[in-house]
């Protein structure tokens, strides 16, 4: 734990660190870089001491966003700054270009604000075990990003004021030039491209049309998983012997295993368990925490180190280990042989010890699952010890009577206990060991009767049967649970499929119910509500923007930027091989809030130029579009500098952040290229459609559009 919090702690250093040299390198000023830079800690800060009054703790989801706030949080105050800065660079005093920018900026902030946590509130109220685990993460990054704007609304003007410096008798550095010339070549380029897209607005609605039906798609083919698999340094191992196996055989074999454990290189030690305790329900089974050397160390993956090590026991004989790799963040309720687990109920305990095994069998052979197994004991050994009444009565033996010797010999009966200075010992009654070996013990028991010792043969009968060792109930119906984990490369969506379908082919009777259980179940959950919590959040953005711009138009542009971004975290999931798993259902959900705040800027001041100066659509979303190019490549590269840490992270338990940070840098790349052509042409086409649906209530003519190429 302390080293996973170790290494969020240096990915939250490092991304702070990205944010601030993406700044000086648009704004290319120390001061101007100092301004938004001081928002950041101010907004760690202040959500400190909020997550203190809340109760809440430093922990793997808190920190992660926190991290993931970074390239938030300067958002607010970058656009403020910029569009300050740039009143400066037109001859504006300081004083003058704060008071002027922070007026015209100001609704801009609110709404990316607004909309950002609108973003979030379906996080707020997700159910189940996922639901109460990221409520700290969603509420932690929308305080974050609330103190970032009442400091970008506030802090930020008045250091603008304080101190930027007039640009009329400065002369600018080397760097500065250099970049100011890169950055008005790119802004040039993108002008052009933008002319020439303008001019072919139904192909660019084609392409708009296109990556949404391609984000379906792909969210249809990726493969679909729960939380990611970690490498925490601990391994779990479930020990596994005959059903008819002794205490002292199994401590041996037990032992062995262990043996032949602490031989690879990168285990450092580990703790084994046997016998009936709170974990294991029967003597046959065991446990095993594997500690591993420092990732550092051992130059190899849980994963790898899991498949040397069941390679080395399989020389071990009459005992089987399964293995899985300790987790940070599970929602399992049993401590199982494998991940995920399937159980079958049914009223009749006939029937399902019938039908268990069939289904256990067929999903051996399943290429999607491997280490299929069973907690069905139903092959124990029992001495069944028979009177002979009658014979047992005329030597003044009595059923108590056997019971009772039968105990004092084999049951552990304490007889006394033993106090001293500093413990106290319980005196236990039992035979010697070496008469403890088998049923043959029983022969030389005897009883005392009414005519002094017989031995017990002489008026019982000794049988061996086959019965349960122990027998499972869920939901109080006779159960049997299945585990599996996943074969190697496969994903979780894969492996329930697999399971219904030979539930199915089987054709269990109706009787028996099957289930997934811990979180094969709660990923089922998860994906019945992924769609329905997808569709919460663009709705609540939608009725949040709907009520800003007082519009039903406006919210579908800014809306339409969603697509190209769900195509870029898709596609990136894939490149790097990662499953769609909550934590990539969470980036997904974040980039609605940060890809929609390039057209929330862009909108933004088109809307003012139509409505204050009076300039034709086509003329202001153009011009938008050049004003604001610099603000949203320098919020869009804070936010992807942000989550980079995220993604690149290779430290203990960066598994559960990777595809979060993988999810947004993904979603941003695309969605960068593609919306800053796209939203002008969404926002054009829906202002014509909006003009014509005046005009049929006959409120006011359509004027003509005229494509900015031609003016």
Known sequence: IRATVRDV??????????????????????????IPAVAVPLSLIGTFGVMYLMGFSLNNLTLMALTISTGFVVDDAIV???????????????????????????????????????????????GDVVGRLFREFAVTLSITILISAVVSLTLTPMMCARLLRERRNEQPGRFSQASQRVLDRIIAGYGRSLQWVLRRQ??????????????????????????????????????????????????????????????????????????????????????????????????????????????????????????????????????????????????????????????L?????????RDVSSDQLNQGLASLVEIDRNTASRMGITPQLITDTLYDAFGQRQVSTMFTQLNQYRVILEVMPEFQKGPEALQQLEVRGSGGSVPLNVFTRVTETMVPLVISRQGQFPAVTISFNLAPGGSLGEAVTAIRQVTHELGLPPSIRGSFQGAAQAFQSSLEHEPLL??????????????????????????????????????????????????????????????????????????????????????????????????????????????????????????????????????????????LYTT??????????????????????VPEAVPVGQR
């Open 9 to 34: 702690q240096f990915e939250l250093v490092l991304a702070v660190a990205l944010v601030i040299l993406v700044i000086f390198l648009f704004l290319r000023t120390l001061p101007a870089t100092v």
């Open 80 to 126: 403020m700054i910029e569009n300050i800065a740039r009143y400066i660079e037109q001859g504006e005093s300081p004083l003058q270009a704060a008071l002027k920018g922070s007026k015209q900026i100001a609704f801009t902030i609110l709404s990316l604000t607004v909309s950002l946590i609108a973003v979030l509130i379906p996080l707020l109220f997700m």
């Open 202 to 359: 139904r192909a660019t609605l084609v392409v708009t049309g296109g990556t949404l039906a391609l984000t379906l798609l792909l969210f249809l083919l990726i493969p679909k998983g729960f939380f990611p698999l970690q490498d925490t340094g601990v391994i779990l191992g479930i020990t596994e012997g005959p059903q008819a196996v002794s205490f002292g055989t199994m401590g041996e074999r037990q032992q062995a295993l262990a043996r032949v454990i602490l031989e690879e290189p990168a285990v450092e030690s580990l703790s084994s368990f046997i016998g009936v305790d709170g974990t294991n329900s029967t003597l046959n089974s065991g446990r095993m925490y594997i500690n591993l050397k420092p990732l550092g160390e051992r130059m190899a993956g849980a994963g790898e180190i899991i498949r040397r090590i069941e390679a080395r026991v399989a020389e071990v004989d009459g005992i089987t280990l399964h293995m899985q790799p300790v987790q940070d963040l599970t929602v399992e309720d049993r401590v199982s042989r494998t991940q995920f687990q399937y159980t079958l109920e049914d009223a009749d305990p006939e029937e399902l010890n019938r039908w268990a095994p069939k289904l």
């Open 361 to 369: 069998e067929s999903l051996q052979v399943r290429p999607e699952l």
């Open 534 to 675: 997808i569709l919460a959040a663009l709705i609540t953005v939608y009725i949040v923007l709907g009520i800003l711009y007082e519009s039903y138009i406006h919210p579908l542009t800014i809306l339409s930027t969603l697509p190209s971004a769900g195509v870029g975290a898709l596609l990136a999931l894939m490149l790097f091989r990662m499953e769609f798993s909550i934590i990539a259902l969470i980036g997904i959900i974040l980039l609605i809030g940060i890809v929609k705040k390039n057209a929330i800027m862009m909108i933004d001041f088109a809307l003012e130029a139509e409505r204050n100066e009076g300039k034709p659509p086509e003329q202001a979303i153009y011009e938008a579009g050049l004003l604001r190019f610099r603000p949203i490549m320098m919020t869009t590269m804070a936010a992807l500098f942000g989550a980079l840490p995220l993604a690149m992270g290779s430290g203990v338990g960066s598994e559960l952040r990777q595809p979060l940070g993988i999810a947004i840098v993904g979603g941003l790349v695309v969605s960068q290229l593609l919306t």
């Open 680 to 701: 002008p042409v969404v926002y054009l086409a829906l202002d014509r459609l909006a003009a014509r649906f005046r005009r049929d209530l006959g409120q006011e003519p």
